[in-house]
């Protein structure tokens, strides 16, 4: 009877660790669905090949798997990409560098441009003027930004405002911050496709959802019928949230991804 030795173990950390990383992007992107169909397929094709050793079966879905495996690097290619780059992110290894180095805790730190997307937020709330602002996390938002008005201006609450006025041409696109500066406006989004999202929920809604399910950013919405503010990040949707809600949310989400 083999032994499970601290490889064996190690090696199933590993395989875990993948696992549930994929299932949490997959899942946050809307596509676990289609995840879990590949996963079903996989385990199928282990099984005759290998267990029954169904020879027929086999070469058949040897074929499919050949084949699939470039079909989905094209279906999957935004959750690869963002697979990748969380894996590689320094946040993921200052966990493993804090095992190593005993760090102080400090208090969370507070950017001083936040306060301006707040109170610009709070002005268009109270005036029902729509925005969906996106602040980039660790992925590169440049296909997103490219598709805008490049304006790459230092954060001001009177500009953005001015961009989301009702009769301005950028108004009905998003805006993407990128560390602490506006880098373009009127950019078009994802759209969410979830049967979860509330039908009172608007375009803006949805296209926030969709981008924090593509890519690991935040996003902020105005609501042009109600004024409520809303955030969308991870695939989640926080309604109706006060000044002080989105202040700390914003400095939460900045400080994790710097």
């Not at 805008?148 to 953005?160: E, F, M, P, S």
Request: glycine letters at 6%; charged letters at 20%.
């Amino acid at each position: 009877m083999d032994v499970i030795g601290i490889k064996d173990i190690i090696d199933i950390l590993i395989v875990a660790t993948i696992l549930f990383y994929i299932y949490k992007i997959m899942k946050e992107s809307g596509t676990l669905s289609i995840f879990l169909g590949v996963l079903a397929f996989i385990i199928i094709w282990f099984v005759a090949s290998v267990f029954l050793q169904m020879e027929l079966t086999g070469r058949i879905l040897d074929k499919f798997m050949n084949i699939g495996l470039l079909i989905l690097v094209i279906i999957f290619q935004d959750q690869i990409k963002r697979f990748l780059v969380e894996i590689g992110s320094h946040q993921r290894w200052r966990v493993i560098r804090n095992i190593f180095k005993r760090k102080k805790e400090q208090p969370e730190k507070r950017n001083e441009w936040v306060l301006p997307i707040v109170y610009a937020c709070l002005n268009m709330s109270k005036s029902k003027t729509g925005a969906l602002i996106v602040i980039k996390g660790i992925v590169p938002l440049d296909s997103f930004v490219n598709s805008g008005d490049i304006i790459d201006a230092k954060i001001n609450g009177r500009l953005i405002e001015n961009i989301f006025f009702k009769n301005s041409p950028l108004h009905d696109g998003a805006m993407v911050i990128d560390n602490g500066r506006i880098r373009a406006a009127g950019c078009i989004l994802p759209v969410s496709h979830d049967n979860d999202v509330p039908k009172q929920l608007g375009l803006r809604h949805r296209a926030a959802l969709g981008m924090s399910q593509a890519t690991d950013a935040m996003a902020i919405i105005v609501s042009e019928e109600t004024g409520n503010i809303s955030v969308a990040c991870a695939g989640k949707l926080s309604l109706r949230l006060s000044s002080t809600d989105l202040e700390a949310r914003i400095n939460k989400f900045v400080n994790e991804n710097t």
